[in-house]
């Protein structure tokens, strides 16, 4: 192996930024901030584009480094380590490469923010997480990262943590991933129990593994239970349903927290997750069936919530939440490889689209409703623009990103033998709704006439000044975004995303299975193998593509043509607008189901009975006692010679009492 790979680099160089912007930030100047942070992150990438590089040269499917032992139980252990294939090397570019752009993006975004030095140590935090869960060796060493990613989201989301909900924002999203964690590392356990190792190569890889060796089941068995867990921990971290409550909230950090956390990287270690334990998932159809069906019920609901909604930064949350859905659809068929390369694409488009927003946000003074915005365009036509072409690429209009990698998902929810008409026909209706509500917030935004607060006689105004352009640092990253939008989905063309990513995904058919007959493992065949023609694929695009083009006509009709219409059809609507609107109460459901029974709970039982009368109860039940036998006692300090007498002379009766009763046994 050549000198040159170096792996553990990666991950080790934001943490540094991490560290020394922690312990000395607050000494240095904002500029000396920004330079370390910048410095960690690029060097971060750097690494990565050489190991990435050599990863590809060297020929193997996968590069692996151990750096020691961890955990050593009996025949079980857990070594330090880094694995490399190519998909973690795609999960790798991402990261380091959209972040570094976050990173750059947030320097001017928050220049006039307070603790601008703890921003940048979490930010930096965050990246050596995620990039710990996703080159991790083994599923514990994963787990660690999937926890730090969950601690360094709770820092940020609640970053202005004088807001209270800011506060309450970054605790919801803790509480919530803890849930799904749980699920995940009961997994772990079972596959501990079952097959005596966390370690990719002999879970995943190695052909006579005992994993590998195992049939597909054609009932619920232990496979399936490990991946029914994992699936909990999965929608936990993705925010899918029912566990998808916290990231809406979570917008209440700033604009770039919501790009690199909330729509680049940390969403989608479910999804990460879901693909890399592909051989599990395969062998396990009833599971496999659960992701499908999760991801398609959750890219429907959340894309029905982001149509109502008016706040910008929402409205993108609701379409981060259908988007994942998208891609818990594409694995639950099976599809691993077009599930990636839509969390690739995604990854562009929407970290502009939240960059965008920032943007936005920044040149209004801090407005985020866009009832109170309109004709930026011409206030700021480079973030309209960019903004524009994320959203092109979002509702699934070519050439842009995410039409490739959104019609791969349809097609092979349409023709894969673990697909579904009815997950086709949902993902199409999702993909009208995404391309209705980005064009929405398009023509909302930036066109007809500015909405906001209008200067007085002395040219003052609610939001600082007459809106205007951010500065080219914050631009550029937006523009850098926009061209990946633009060519990023063209690597999928004539299957070569598919191909890139055939070592890693361990496929399998049912038809094939052992379990039909008890004896040989399971056989490979090609991913999302269907009988579906060519002619049939190509017909599934056009009628995606139109429906996307019928989206964007809606919203123009309803936004720029008719702009009177959409009060006359909520107000038509009635109750169906305002569940829709109010997000179908599940927040309030889930109060009054779950968090008001556990806090009364916690109130009557915990703290009034085992809390007050039973600790407090016992110690302050022993004070009285001992206060009562005190009193008692403290009777025979009277001072009086008498007295003393008398006591002596009842202890004298005692003792002898006491020796003759002893005497006569």
């Not at 982001?306 to 659809?329: C, E, H, N, P, W």
């Not at 579904?420 to 007809?448: E, N, P």
Request: net charge neutral.
């Amino acid at each position: 192996m050549t000198p040159l790979f170096q792996p553990w680099l990666i991950p080790i160089l934001p943490l540094l930024g991490a560290l020394i912007n922690g312990l000395f930030g607050k000494r240095f100047s904002k500029a000396a901030v920004a330079v370390v942070a910048l410095t960690a992150t690029a060097l971060s990438f750097v690494v990565a584009c050489v190991q990435a590089a050599i990863l590809l040269q060297s020929g193997h499917p996968a590069l692996e480094q151990y750096y020691g032992t961890w955990i050593q139980a009996g025949d079980f252990s857990v070594n330090f380590g880094i694995y490399l294939d190519h998909l973690s090397m795609i999960m790798m570019l991402v990261v380091t490469g959209v972040g570094f752009l976050i990173h750059i993006y947030s320097v001017a975004y928050m220049e006039h923010e307070g603790g601008y030095y703890r921003f940048f140590s979490y930010l930096n935090f965050f990246m050596f997480f995620m990039l710990v869960l996703v080159l991790a060796n083994n599923y514990l060493l994963m787990f660690v990262g999937w926890e730090g990613v969950g601690l360094a989201s709770y820092l940020l989301i609640g970053f202005f943590f004088l807001k209270d909900s800011a506060a309450n924002a970054g605790k919801k999203a803790f509480i919530t991933n803890r849930v799904g964690d749980f699920g995940f590392l009961i997994a772990l356990f079972l596959l501990i129990q079952h097959f005596g190792t966390l370690h990719y190569g002999a879970l995943l890889v190695v052909r006579d593994s005992a994993l590998l060796q195992m049939p597909v089941e054609t009932s619920a068995g232990v496979l399936t239970a490990i991946g029914l867990l994992m699936l909990v921990g999965a929608c936990g971290k993705s925010a899918q349903i029912p566990l998808y409550v916290w990231l809406p909230d979570a917008m209440e950090g700033p604009t770039p927290v919501s790009a690199l956390i909330h729509a680049a990287t940390m969403v989608t270690a479910g999804v990460y997750m879901v693909c890399r334990s592909n051989a599990i998932f395969s062998r396990a159809p009833i599971a496999l069936l659960a992701v499908a069906i999760i991801g398609t019920l959750t890219s429907f609901f959340a894309a029905t919530i982001g149509i109502t909604q008016t706040d910008i930064k929402r409205v993108l949350a609701y379409s981060t939440v259908s988007q994942l859905g998208y891609m818990f659809m594409a694995a639950g068929v099976a599809a691993y490889s077009a599930s990636v390369f839509h969390l690739m694409t995604h990854a562009f488009f929407k970290a502009l689209l939240f960059l965008g927003a920032g943007s936005v946000i920044h040149g209004v003074g801090g407005e985020q409703d866009m009832r109170k915005m309109g004709g930026l365009r011409k206030y700021m036509p480079w973030t309209f623009w960019t903004m524009l072409i994320a959203t092109l690429a979002i509702a699934g209009i070519p050439p842009f990103a995410g039409f490739f990698s959104k019609d791969e998902i349809l097609w092979q929810a349409f023709s894969s033998p673990h697909g579904s008409k009815i997950f086709w026909a949902v993902g199409l209706v999702t993909a009208f709704m995404t391309s209705f509500y980005m064009f929405r917030l398009i023509f909302l935004t930036f066109t007809g006439e500015y909405r906001g607060a209008k200067p007085d006689a002395h040219g003052h105004d609610d939001h600082h000044g007459t809106p205007h352009e951010s500065p080219w640092l914050m631009l550029a990253p937006l523009v850098l975004l926009g061209v990946l939008s633009v060519v990023g989905g063209w690597v999928g063309i004539g299957n070569r995303f598919e191909h890139f990513l055939d070592p890693v995904i361990q496929k399998v058919s049912v038809e094939q299975s052992a379990a039909q007959n008890g004896e040989a493992a399971a056989t490979p065949v090609s991913e999302g193998e269907g009988t579906e023609s060519k002619s049939t694929e190509n017909l599934l695009m056009a009628i995606s593509v139109l429906v996307a083009l019928g989206g964007l006509g809606l919203a123009w009709f309803l936004y720029v043509k008719r702009p009177e219409l959409p009060e006359q059809i909520a107000a038509g609507a009635g109750g169906l607008y305002r569940l829709v609107l109010n997000k179908y109460w599940i927040d309030e459901l889930y109060a009054a189901v779950l968090i008001g029974p556990l806090i009364a709970f916690s109130r009557v039982v915990l703290w009034q009975t085992v809390d007050q009368k039973v600790v407090d109860g016992t110690v302050n039940e022993a004070a009285v006692a001992a206060r009562d036998v005190s009193a008692v006692i403290r009777q025979q300090q009277s001072g009086l010679i008498r007295s003393y007498a008398g006591w002596v002379a009842a202890g004298a009766a005692a003792v002898v009492a006491y020796m003759v009763w002893m005497g006569t046994r």
